[in-house]
């Protein structure tokens, strides 16, 4: 870390990023030209004007997977991510008899590799379009609702054209909160397959107690291969379907890196909040975190005590326990994170600053009773937050109460004309959906789910009255007995545990489902106003925050300008590009930590009980110290994991670790503790980002869990 970024305040540090942050940046492909200079003296040897192609490697071969990122790392489909971003997959094919999760998984050969959960998908961006002005053309003198509805229709238009081309998943996204619109165009892939995961004690070694902490030792990775039909075109899971053929795929680096070496990532960060207002910063760390940790918290307890019970229960539950299980630590380091650097104030200053350089500037009133607007807007939206983030989760936390509440939904959506309907309940959605009904059944236990959905409702029930919904009242009643009382009489008399049941009242006509008298589809139609009217509440909301917004972002944009710098759009799922150097980290007065760790850290670690259990085939591989062409050349030993200062957030987890000259030497998968908050907050002193060593998992391969003809496709010696 240069030392004069240790020297500065932090608030004066994270105010001025555009001037003083040069490793700052979730960068749109097309933003890199103009960052050119700055990145070839970072050290980067490629031309930063073959990275605004989407089309040309390096980042023709970084794809979507799942919610995260891979790359194609063969001309065979094969795709290399997380252990963590593929354990749904992992977790689909394993049950009691066949613990996959614990033991790992190496496919013999291809007629071996294992389906994933039928809902995944792995996409494949082909093109990135600028539509600003089409989508904003019916827009002009439109508030709340109108002006909703106009960006959305327009958006729909502009992607069911661009569907028209068979395999394509086409979507509408806006930089700079509604200041901008882009036509992202990605070929989905839906027949992808398992081939090699290695066991929960590598690729997940320390689980909670290490995760977001560094030093780290984890082997988090795992390889897919992505497979189309006998035709070349996507397909779903067919056994003569043939590897898919990427657009170019990485190279495994047959060097590692040491500190100070140049790196840089191209992934999928999900959302960052960097330009929210100082009230949002206020709100998320008053309220929103410290509640969310909360409800997460219990939510984690049910599932583990019901685990404790019910062996296969706990195998069932152990992707959705894994995602609680981050998402609290995420939260609370991004807690406590955004309280170290003093969050609220820094935006505050900086926020301020960009109102009275604006003030300043002629015929600037638009915009500045726009942000007005828009705070008074923000405002309001506190008067039901409670109640939302609770019935928010009924849906994700559950999985027969999520498909009865999609199966009513999906009624009321195909009475409309397929345009008109609510996006992810169109026509291109239904098959995604039939998906997820189909893997209910290894993902479900009703004893599990009632008393999940029992901590979530009995929270709802202790709300003021002011936040109450009749209708779910109606249905769970207001105290916790009568809560317990609907709920086992609604799972008793249900029969949606039923594959074919499911399926087929996901065909029914609108008369036959109106007909059914399941007792969980009657409860999810009891419900569907209420969440329909309060989904009518959030559009008008967003209708005018998409119109509000781009003012202060204008601002604030021509102000970094004036200070000599350009600004990249908050994270929002899209191909971004960071760039940084294998970094040391100083955590706190005399800590400091080095940016390498080895194999000798997991035997130091190892206690032989969860989650420090190295496996004994990797402990005796250590012990034997045949590390050779592996081994580091600093350390004399085998390399596991390495710390870079690369700008990333949730999202960007399986998102390769590029060197100067574009070849594959990591792959990320988590941030340290100290820089959680990145997500709303950039601190040069603490942001860290965590991969794995390519030189680890290629030891792995060959000595360790042996997979040599996957070795050898990765053409690496």
């Excluded at 992607?159 to 068979?166: G, K, N, S, T, Y």
């Excluded at 590598?202 to 977001?212: K, L, M, Q, R, S």
């Amino acid at each position: 870390m240069r030392l004069k970024t240790l020297l500065i305040p932090a608030a004066v540090a994270m105010a001025c990023p555009a001037t003083v942050l040069a490793d700052e940046g979730m960068w749109m492909p097309s933003q890199l030209p103009t960052i050119g200079k700055q990145l070839r003296e970072a050290g980067y040897l490629g031309d930063p004007a073959d990275l605004a192609d989407l089309t040309k490697p390096p980042l023709s071969a970084v794809v979507k997977v799942g919610g995260a990122t891979g790359a194609f790392v063969s001309n065979e489909g094969l795709v290399l991510t997380n252990h963590h971003v593929a354990f749904g997959v992992i977790q689909y094919n394993s049950n009691a008899q066949r613990d996959l999760i614990e033991n790992g998984y190496v496919a013999a050969d291809r007629t071996q590799e294992l389906p994933a959960n039928p809902d995944f998908r792995l996409r494949v961006t082909t093109g990135f379009d600028k539509v600003t002005d089409q989508v904003l053309a019916d827009t002009h003198g439109k508030t709340g609702r109108a002006f909703y509805d106009a960006v959305d229709a327009a958006g729909k238009q502009l992607v069911a054209d661009c569907e028209r081309e068979p395999g394509m998943r086409c979507s509408l996204v806006n930089m700079f909160y509604g200041s901008d619109y882009y036509l992202v165009k990605q070929l989905e892939l839906r027949d992808v397959r398992l081939v090699y995961a290695p066991p929960r004690a590598i690729g997940n070694y320390g689980d909670e107690v290490d995760n977001f902490v560094w030093p780290r030792h984890s082997g988090d990775f795992t390889v897919l291969r992505a497979y189309v039909g006998p035709d070349g075109k996507p397909a779903a899971y067919a056994k003569e379907n043939k590897p898919y053929t990427p657009p170019a795929h990485l190279q495994v680096a047959s060097e590692g890196v040491k500190q100070g070496d140049f790196v840089m990532l191209a992934g999928y960060p999900g959302v960052t909040y960097r330009h929210r207002t100082a009230a949002e910063f206020a709100d998320q760390i008053e309220w929103r975190l410290p509640t969310t940790v909360a409800v997460l918290k219990q939510l984690q307890g049910v599932i583990e005590a019901g685990g404790e019970r019910d062996h296969a229960a706990s195998i069932r539950y152990a992707a959705q326990l894994q995602s609680l299980k981050n998402s609290i630590k995420r939260f609370s380091g991004e807690l406590e994170g955004l309280q170290r650097s003093d969050a609220v104030t820094t935006r505050r200053e900086d926020e301020t600053a960009v109102l009275d350089w604006l003030r300043h500037q002629p015929d600037s009133q638009h915009e500045q009773a726009a942000i007005e607007q828009a705070a008074l807007l923000i405002a309001a939206g506190k008067d039901a937050r409670d109640r939302d983030l609770l019935l928010g989760l009924l849906g994700p936390q559950s999985q027969l109460m999520r498909a009865a509440l999609m199966i009513e939904r999906l009624d009321v959506e195909r009475a409309k004309p397929d345009a008109a309907r609510e996006t992810g309940y169109q026509q291109r959605d239904e098959e995604l959906l039939a998906s997820q009904l189909r893997q209910i059944s290894r993902r479900y236990d009703p004893t599990m789910e009632k008393a999940l959905l029992t901590a979530l409702l009995h929270r709802y029930q202790q709300l003021p009255a002011a936040q109450h919904v009749p209708e779910f009242d109606e249905v769970f009643g207001r105290t916790p007995a009568a809560l317990s009382s609907a709920l086992d009489s609604i799972y008793a008399a249900t029969r949606m545990g039923d594959e074919a049941e499911r399926l087929r009242l996901f065909k029914a006509s609108q008369e036959v489902l109106r007909s059914s008298d399941d007792a969980l589809l009657l409860a999810a139609r009891k419900l569907q106003p209420a969440l329909l009217r309060m989904d009518e509440q959030r559009k008008a909301r967003e209708g005018d925050l998409l119109r509000l917004r781009p003012s202060y972002m204008k601002a604030l944009m021509a102000y970094r300008q004036t200070q000599g710098g350009a600004v990249y759009p908050d994270a929002n799922s899209t191909l971004r590009v960071s760039y940084g150097k294998v970094t040391p980290l100083i955590a706190r007065d005399a800590v400091t930590y080095g940016p390498l760790t080895s194999v000798v850290g997991i035997v130091e670690k190892n206690t032989g009980k969860p989650p420090f259990d190295a496996p004994q085939p990797l402990l005796a591989a250590i012990h034997k110290g045949d590390f050779g062409r592996y081994i580091d050349p600093v350390s004399k030993t085998m390399p596991v994991n390495f710390l870079s200062n690369l700008d990333t957030t949730g999202g960007n987890s399986g998102s390769p670790v590029l060197n100067a000259r574009g070849e594959l030497v990591g792959l990320n998968f988590d941030s340290n503790w100290e820089a959680v908050s990145a997500s709303w907050m950039y601190d040069p002193r603490y942001k860290r980002a965590i991969h794995v060593d390519m030189r680890y998992m290629r030891w792995l391969m060959d000595k360790v869990y042996p997979a040599p003809q996957l070795l050898k496709e990765l053409g690496v010696p």
